[in-house]
């Protein structure tokens, strides 16, 4: 193969990205040098099993992705924003619809709902660290390793370009025979197991690490939903490892899993990757549900309507989030008691959604609502994914759906769900748990700008979609004709997109100015809430509390407060254990990223050294029988005392 | 930590043991036997069977721990889910037009 192979040449979009990316590394490689950080850099952050440092390197990497994703999008209505437009020739813009569906589902909104479970979890039930602290540092930097890898490939060897959903046969070898798509298989199976990991990490650590007294009932709604969600991983994740492993081996290695040659079936892939699919959707938007319903019984100065309705309703939504999935391809063709049943399993799960809205509504009600950055995130979240919500119903009826199936209606719907679902979230935590995390808040005012812009640009982006996509536009069109008359609607759509943009300009010189001259005199408990993390300082100390609380309601930080009961004891202080730092997480990470790396290109002795890199770590590990250190009551005491003032 | 977890691992290695003989004897059973696709399928159905128990009672301490009932709702979880995958598969790939066979 030759280098001229090797990179992707001839687009000058991309060769200005390799130039930047290139300058951007070197750049980066002289700062850290000349500021002499490499050292901590490595001993604070590379190898830390800090739960909080972990999950900010999460939405660290999920902000960058965002970046990423979000040209991508900006590319694609520019493409679109007048008709016959040539900007991009359609393979670009294939690969690059599939980069953004991918980024954002895998590498943007994944990491940073992990990154916030990371953070507050664990704070939450009381907790000093998660369950296993070393498997968390390993689910994050295999999921790094993945997604880099994932982006190295519009660089190098060139991007996939079947889609997200990558359907067989045309993500087959014989109709795309470049590494685009092995890039897609390998690198979604690595950041997969990192996310497995997760799954298994906050199950064990939501049953066996809660305070004493917090029963079931009385956990925060939050770490309900991240319980749950968790559980959907580990059920849901594994048949994406399958599936993408007989991508894999269909690719690499010949076989005939999903190629109709040899008597494979491409609707297998569409069935497995949809049994996953459809439950990642609810992985990526209950966590989301339970941001919300933290923020708004913050903000209403409420506790949440329906507590126990909300519970039941999450975990019904679980369960029937593996009872849908065929609603993805009723044009496959199917059976019509196939069609009616998968209908009518998708139509129920807007009955317990329905419960989890009326609750937020009552929460609402008659509450001293308090208009946050946070808690507008969460005002706007509930109307627009209604539209969401309405829409889905629309698409659930199979013989509806014959006529929206792959037009822009549904684009414009999964948009309408996941930004507000996900997206809204997202920011609405980032300003809600900002001060737990950094010990300073957002900025308020440039919060709001970037709140209307982005709520403003959304709803622009997205709502000309439906009407263009009723007009019968279907999606993944890389251009049209101007005799459609859909021109109006799309370019009015591009330009929705760029105020999106600059909303998101807004979050990015919020967190500069914030850094630089926000407050740094917040509290621990800056908006009066009513949860176990604020119960301890902002930013949580290392080992999250002095001593662990002892809970005996729900909301049992908001009653301690009123009784004046959060004071700490000196002589309750005892030495606290707490996990060492460790290299294996990283260093074992970097071998899965170059075996992925190997395999892409095919070159397999190479795949095979990297991969006895993998083997020798992972026994190496098992001799490591460091149990961790004692932190002394004296440091304790001195670190409690900065931020309470005296104890008791 | 008590004593048994320092001992050597009997139980994780004849389980890993077992499970890659097994998987072996699937390949083995699938690519070089003369029955027919309806048996093969039931011997490797059998044998995937058995290597759950194994993995079940050797690498997840199955009979270990006191909290009897997570590991109940667990079980029927998984077999419930195991259940709908398997047979929800084949319902939706062998009814209507979808049916290539």
Known sequence: MSLDEFFVTGDPLIFASQIAIGLTMVGLIALITYLKRWKWLWSEWFTTVDHKKIGIMYILSGVLMFFRGGVDGLLMKAQTSRPELGLLDAQHYDEIFTTHGVIMILFMAMPMLIGIMNVVVPLQIGARDVAFPKLNAFSFWIFFAGAMLFNLSFVIGGSPDAGWTSYFPLAGKEFTPGVGNNYYALSLQIAGIGTLATGINFVVTIIKMRAPGLSWMKLPIFTWSTFITSIIIVAAFPILTIALLYMTLDRLFGTHFFTVAAGGDPMLWLNLFWLWGHPEVYIVVLPAFGMFSEVIATFARKNLYGYKSMVYAVAGIAFLSMLVWVHHFYTMGNSAAVNSIFSLTTMMIAIPTGVKIFNWLFTLRKGRIEFSTAMLWSLAFIPCFTIGGVTGVMLAMAAADYQYHNTMFLVAHFHYVLIPGVVFAVFAALYYWWPKMFGFKLNEKIGKWHFWLFVIGFNMTFMPMFFVGLDGMSRRMYTYAESTGWGAWLGFSAVGSLVMAAGFAALCYNIYWSFRYASRDVGNDPWNARTLEWATASPAPHYNFAVVPEVETLDDFWYKKKKGKTGLKKADLKPVHMPSNSWTPIVLAAAFGLVGFFLVFEWFPLAIISAIGIVVGLVANTFDYDDGYHIPVEELEEEEREWRGDLQ | ?101
């Open chain 2, 1 to 101: 930590m008590s004593a048994k977890n320092h001992g050597f691992p009997w139980n994780l290695l004849v389980g890993f043991i077992l499970s890659i003989a097994l998987t072996l004897l699937a390949v083995f059973v699938a690519f070089y036997t003369d029955f027919s696709s309806h048996v093969i399928l039931w011997v490797i159905g059998v044998m995937a069977l058995f290597q759950a128990i194994i993995q079940l009672f050797m690498f997840m301490h199955v009979t270990e721990g006191k909290e009897g009932i997570i590991n109940v709702v667990n079980m029927v979880n998984s077999i419930i889910l195991a259940l709908i995958i398997v047979f929800g598969s084949i319902w939706v790939l062998t009814s209507g037009h979808a049916s290539l066979h």
